[in-house]
């Protein structure tokens, strides 16, 4: 079980190697840097509040360990600047069953998405503008409740 | 005195990410009408509050919890994580 | 697109290296031998139908095109003796957007489950035992219908 | 002539993974009847109809579908694949 925010890239390969030794079922989701629909996204800068993320992280994941049998759990987000195609984002759920293996990686997600302190501007020679939170995420929580 | 923080477009329409206040507001509510009485800059940031979202010592609160003995207070768009 | 079906075994950092270039969401599940309740599981023999598994695959992953809109999508299955704590298969998908990811892979498990002609037998040194399908298996194609 | 072939537990049970047939059964389920009643170990495999698949020239099919012109029949238990 870890959650670890950090400016550097991570390596998806050596995160889940020996994760949930014994599981059954590991189930990754990695989020990447798409461009904007104007293809000219430059840079996107993730700014956080590091005071609360990592203490955000930890509720979400403590919560999906109580609604489902994880044997295995990895939050890891990034913050700083990056380009197109760079990773953002990765969970990890490992169980006995692929169900909440699935499940418990979709609640991170919903979670992560509107629950954790982070905020995404995107930089482009035209300027920069600030990600607006969608109406779909805020609904996909209530799948949860 | 209280830390009051400010991120992503908050911070940049109040134009500093952190600053330490002296007030007797109860609720973040009243919090948030202290600073726009300030200046247009705080009015500005505060104008839209279904837009703002608030964190009182790094936990999540609505706009009407309570300020208390709290030493750090949040202010920020909504989140946009993952 | 890929789907593959071997004997060996496969590297899923290998496999997702480059996967879904320029999608936002990428979801991998693997399937790993896991003991049985005994404790006493010497290999798991994966039996398969040549001539007709990459076909059935590919009817499945041709399916779950039709629904989501993903932009890569691999299956990748073994056969064969495996030892507990070894993987058995993996599935990963890519989109814009993680439902569809989530989604999807989860739909090619479902129906990888029970329509792919794959057939588990559990060795120990008691004897040994065909796996049962099982009705929670059966149940969850129902959600596709 | 058409080529049958078994899978997992069926195929033990009836001794071979494959083999050719002279038949003139017209649908699957005359296939397992006729099957059947050659010998016990036939007729112990296809004892329960319910634990019965069935793939005509790869693709599953029901119980009572045509076999048509088929040039394989193929018989085993639900798939455990994944």
Not at chain 1, 15 to 40: D, K, L, Q
Not at chain 1, 66 to 86: E, F, M, N
Not at chain 1, 107 to 133: C, H, N
Not at chain 2, 21 to 39: P, Y
């Amino acid at each position: 079980m870890a959650v670890r925010v950090q400016e550097q890239d991570f390596d998806l390969a050596a995160e889940i190697t020996g994760f949930g030794a014994g599981a059954g079922a590991v189930v990754t989701f990695t989020g990447i840097v798409r461009n904007n629909a104007s293809g000219n996204l430059c840079e996107m800068v993730i700014e956080h509040y590091p005071a609360m993320t990592k203490t955000a992280l930890e509720g979400i994941e403590a919560e999906a360990r109580t609604r489902w049998a994880l044997s295995d759990c990895l939050i890891v987000h990034r913050y700083g600047r990056l380009k197109p195609d760079q990773q953002i984002m990765m969970v990890a759920t490992a169980s006995a069953h692929r169900r909440d293996a699935f499940e418990a990686a979709e609640f991170l997600m919903d979670y992560l998405k509107s629950r954790a302190p982070f905020w995404k501007k995107e930089i482009t020679a035209q300027g920069d503008s600030w990600v607006d939170s969608k109406t779909a995420d805020e609904d996909a929580l209530k799948r949860w409740q | 005195m209280i830390d009051v923080l400010y991120f992503a477009w908050v911070r940049e329409r109040i134009g500093l990410p952190r600053e330490q206040i002296e007030t007797k507001a109860a609720t973040v509510a009243d919090l948030i009408s202290e600073l726009s009485g300030r200046e247009d800059r705080y009015a500005l940031a505060f104008s839209d509050l279904k837009a703002i979202c608030v964190a009182v010592d790094q936990t999540l609160v609505s706009l009407d919890a309570p300020i208390g003995n709290a030493r750090e207070v949040a202010f920020f768009p909504p989140m946009t994580g993952g």
